[in-house]
């Protein structure tokens, strides 16, 4: 076991780890952090994606113990208890959501490139989503809720 | 109309969105241990000996089961009432193994790490058996036999007319040969089960599952138990697509909750997923079709050869599903279907989105294409010739096809993806390079499993403030069925949907459910919603009018409340169950066990362009029109959702989606790292349009479109490369170099 510290949605955590802890177990497991999903263990579904210092990465191939220090957000993170964050608000709205797995990971995604690229376009949103599996929605209405976040933004 | 024909995001969208909705793996019971699986890497052999020794030592583990510790209960893992009598070869654990992915062994562990290492040491002797992966060479007469008694599970044969006299008799005859591939489901949520065995000797059971009354079946077998001491819980589906149901690690997490009296949770890996489960069933499919000289199919056969791997399942419902499907879609007076289900030591085949209506109809639509295009006659046009009308009638079981608006839908998809001026221009858009074309495909599914019982439970009580509570058996997969249920029951009863609690019912509710498979969850969970709706709302009314003391033919619901026709005296909901509670000393509930009367016939015309680009073979879908029968949209934005999803689920069929097999059964391309599923850059333009004519059965005339909306989408996108480049090419997947093979042969 080691102690490390890190960031978590803003509060401060000490955690004794294992060396070979994935991000994603102590998100899931030792913290019940349950929203980040497991879908592949191997960083090809994008289900687990969390935001590392503003990036958008796969915690189920990342080893917490290099992540000492680092301010991690997790969809937990985004949303206070009575509002949504917009990026949020926008896959409700456009029907983006279906059976809600691949969400947590979609909406870490959009959100990660939104910060870098307020304005993307189709395309930008395409390649943003290239580490993002979804089953049931065809992303369609993924890409119509990221493009509509990004006009909301426009009036906020 | 209040709800109906509006849009709504699915009602717990703030749920998941929020990362707030708890599915199975979300759950941590106390003192809860980890279930690993060890399964097997050989497709076929004997267990000569198993040694667990070193896995018992690993501190942290608390049970290990192999064959000796099963029960010895053969059972088929799909039954779907308690007197099926599929094939049932399967045990929970065998002293045979039979595909690579087939379980060994089980542990165990405080955490699935010491699980997942106590598996691994797990020493265990196989005596290799034969392995037979090619059903056509396993149906061979002196093929190795997998059980005694030969490989053949089941043959069907079906047909109307003189098929073999009207091929003599036809103008001319088009033969082709069509082979689909091993497809994962690819829900993101793997597959995973909690289990817990009280000293009471109840077997509890937490899992995403689309069929909990059908686990009890199998669970009451192997464990004979009573239905009364089992338990299950359906929990949020994160997809399923036909995943999501038979028997698969339930059984094991319960022997190991019975051996150590503690929760036990067993998750698959995403390889597990994809081997140990089951795939969509790869076919192979041998069809040909005859004409008259006026372009009319005079004739139709069709022989199927479906890969079950070792264990039955669903393969022989799913035979006789796509057999009935065949003879739905074109007006043909001669038919013949012949399904041969074969055991084989593959991965095994079972129930994916379309349940064999992707495979009859991939054929069927390539096939019809090659007959027009041998006839010279427009794709379109030779459909529109030959496909069924609506209220015509189903040769096998003479009943009414319904409403059945095929037509309607080829014509639309037809104007919409300009389909006669891009044919026209297609030769001058050609390019060294890259090669464009067209492609259309029509087809059917089914709604429901009448006329076999289809039955589901429900049931509606009042609160005495006006809400509702409304309590289902059917399992939403994820694709919005209970918010599309909970729109129907707000619309009848006036009103808002958030005053209408919808509870999703377990087996302990008696509050039975056939299961949320064959397209039924709006066909018939949605007409049972609608009839006990109905129910509440004049139970109501006559309680409204004694406590206004008028005839109840004088009483209307109107702005939410029960009035009296031009009259200004009132009763809300809330007053409704006040009075029933102080007067009648009685609550309102109404609970309805219902069985849908008819089997609809969803109908859908998909048109696709593609560009293939001759020096690397990669196919780039660029346009997509799909055109859907759905009776009535509910809610348009779900039913886009599921088109949607659909089309890039079918153009990963076409495209590039399938388990390899070695020469050995090993799958070659295990997890999503080497198994390709469709992602955003795959997705084309996409223009859906719905044709909307009421259905006698469904609730407010709607019809399913989960399943349907699939079916057309691979034979429109192969059609639409062999037009591209002049081919015939029949399997898919159609990878790269398959595609160079054909223009460079």
């Given at each position: 076991m080691k102690s490390i510290m890190m960031k978590i949605n803003g509060d401060q955590y000490t955690l004794e780890i294992?060396?070979?802890?994935?991000l994603l177990y102590v998100l899931?497991?030792?913290?019940?952090?349950?929203?980040t999903k497991y879908g592949?263990?191997?960083?090809?579904?994008?289900?687990c994606k969390v935001l590392i210092n503003g990036i958008a990465k796969?915690?189920?191939?990342?080893?917490?113990?290099?992540?000492?220090n680092h301010e991690i957000t997790t969809?937990?993170?985004?949303?206070q208890r009575d509002k949504l964050h917009p990026v949020q608000e926008a896959f409700i709205e456009a029907g983006?959501?279906?059976?809600?797995?691949?969400t947590p990971g979609m909406v870490i995604t959009a959100v990660a490139l939104l910060d870098q690229n307020p304005y993307p376009t189709e395309n930008e949103i395409v390649v943003a989503l290239e580490n993002n599996l979804c089953r049931?929605?065809?992303?369609k209405k993924i890409i119509d809720a990221i493009r509509l976040a990004s006009k909301k933004r426009d009036r906020r | 109309m209040r709800y109906i024909g509006k849009s709504q995001p699915i009602f717990d969208a703030r749920e998941k969105v929020t990362g707030e909705m708890i599915y199975a793996d979300d759950l941590f019971f106390p003192n809860m241990l980890h279930g690993k699986i060890l399964t097997s890497p050989v497709a076929h052999a004997k267990i000569k000996h198993i040694d667990t020794m070193q896995a018992e030592k690993?501190?942290?583990?608390r049970a290990i089961l192999t064959y000796k510790d099963a029960p010895d209960v053969l059972y088929n893992?799909?039954?779907?009432?308690?007197?099926?009598?599929?094939?049932a070869t399967e045990?929970?654990?065998?002293k045979v193994v039979r595909?690579?992915?087939?379980?060994v062994a089980a542990v165990a562990a405080d955490t699935a790490e010491i699980a997942q290492k106590a598996i691994s040491l797990i020493k265990v002797e196989y005596e290799e058996l034969p392995a037979i992966f090619d059903p056509e060479a396993a149906l061979k007469e002196d093929a190795y036999s997998i059980?005694?008694?030969?490989?053949?599970?089941k043959e069907l044969n079906k047909a109307c007319g003189n098929v073999d006299q009207a091929f003599d008799e036809s103008y001319h005859v088009t033969q082709n040969t069509v082979s689909t591939s091993m497809i994962?489901?690819?829900?993101?949520?793997?597959h995973i089960c909690i289990a817990h065995a009280s000293r009471e000797g109840e077997i509890c059971i937490w899992e995403p599952q689309r069929a909990p009354f059908r686990t009890q079946i199998m669970l009451g077998k192997i464990f004979k138990t009573p239905y009364s001491k089992i338990h299950v819980h359906g929990t949020s589906?994160?997809?399923?697509?036909?995943?999501?149901?038979?028997?698969?690690?339930e059984a094991i997490a319960v022997l190991l909750a019975q051996k150590t009296g503690r929760y036990v949770k067993i998750r698959y890996d995403r390889n597990e997923s994809m081997i140990s489960t089951f795939t969509r069933h790869a076919m192979k499919l041998y069809g040909k079709i005859g004409v008259n000289g006026q372009g009319k199919i005079t004739a139709l056969d069709v022989k199927a050869i479906i890969n079950s791997g070792p264990y039955c399942g669903d393969t022989t419902n799913i035979q006789g599903s796509m057999c009935s499907k065949m003879f739905k879609l074109y007006k043909i007076p001669h038919m013949r279907f012949v399904g041969q289900s074969v055991y084989t030591n593959t991965q095994l085949g079972g129930a994916m989105r379309g349940y064999g209506s992707p495979a009859i109809f991939y054929a069927l639509e390539l096939l019809v294409n090659k007959t027009a295009k041998e006839l010279n006659m427009d794709p379109v046009a030779f459909r529109m010739n030959n496909l069924v009308a609506p209220?015509?009638?189903?040769?096998?079981?003479?009943?009414s096809l319904g409403n059945a608006r095929i037509k309607d839908c080829l014509q639309k998809g037809s104007e919409l993806f300009n389909w006669e001026e891009k044919r026209a221009r297609q030769s001058s858009i050609e390019t060294e390079r890259y090669a464009y074309g067209y492609g259309v495909a029509t087809a059917v599914h089914g709604n429901?499993?009448?006329?076999?019982?289809?039955i589901t439970v429900v049931s509606l009580a009042l609160n005495e403030d006006g809400s509702m509570l409304l309590r289902t058996g059917i399992s939403d997969h994820g694709a919005g069925t209970y918010t599309v249920l909970k729109q129907i029951a707000a619309d009848i009863l006036d009103?808002?949907?958030?005053?209408i609690a919808l509870i999703h019912t377990d087996?302990?509710?008696?509050?039975?459910?056939?299961?949320?498979?064959?397209?039924?969850?709006?066909w018939v969970g949605g007409a049972a919603v609608a009839e006990i709706a109905k129910r509440m709302k004049n139970s109501m009314t006559l309680i409204a009018a004694e406590a206004l003391q008028v005839?109840?033919?004088?009483?209307v619901l109107e702005d939410e409340v029960f009035k009296i026709k031009d009259n200004k005296a009132k009763i809300d909901k809330k007053g409704v169950a006040c009075y029933a509670y102080q007067e009648k000393r009685a609550k309102i509930i109404e609970t309805l066990s219902y069985d849908s009367p008819r089997n609809a016939g969803s109908y859908g015309a998909h048109f696709a362009g593609v560009q293939v680009?001759?020096?690397?073979g990669e196919v780039k879908v660029e346009e997509y029109v799909a055109v859907c029968?759905?009776?009535?949209?509910?809610n348009p934005m779900l039913l886009e959702g599921q088109i949607e999803g659909a089309i890039l689920m079918g153009l990963g069929m076409a495209l590039f989606e399938g388990l390899q097999l070695d020469e050995?059964?090993?799958?070659?391309n295990a997890g999503f790292k080497k198994y390709r599923m469709p992602k955003?850059?795959?997705?084309?333009?996409i223009m859906i349009h719905f044709v909307e004519a009421y259905e006698e059965?469904?609730?407010?005339g709607a019809k399913s479109i989960g399943e349907a909306a699939i079916i057309p989408v691979t034979p429109a996108i192969v059609n639409a490369v062999n037009d591209a480049l002049g081919t015939e090419l029949t399997?898919?997947?159609?990878l790269s170099d398959k595609i160079l093979k054909a223009i460079y042969k």
């Open positions: 294992q060396d070979n802890w994935t899931r497991d030792v913290l019940h952090l349950t929203g592949c263990g191997t960083g090809d579904c994008g289900a796969n915690s189920c191939t990342l080893l917490a113990k290099n992540l000492e969809i937990e993170g985004l949303s983006a959501i279906q059976c809600g797995f691949c049931c929605t065809g992303y | 690993l501190p942290g583990v893992r799909n039954m779907q009432w308690i007197n099926d009598l599929k094939p045990r929970v654990l065998d595909y690579v992915g087939d379980r059980y005694t008694g030969g490989n053949l599970i994962h489901h690819g829900a993101i949520e793997p589906m994160g997809g399923s697509f036909g995943s999501k149901e038979g028997l698969m690690i209220y015509g009638i189903d040769p096998i079981n003479q009943l429901g499993v009448a006329p076999e019982p289809d009103m808002p949907m958030e005053h087996t302990y509710s008696g509050l039975y459910d056939r299961g949320a498979g064959s397209s039924r969850n709006t005839s109840s033919e004088e009483i680009d001759k020096l690397t029968d759905v009776g009535k949209a509910i050995k059964g090993v799958p070659k955003a850059s795959d997705m084309p333009k059965g469904g609730p407010f399997e898919v997947p159609l």
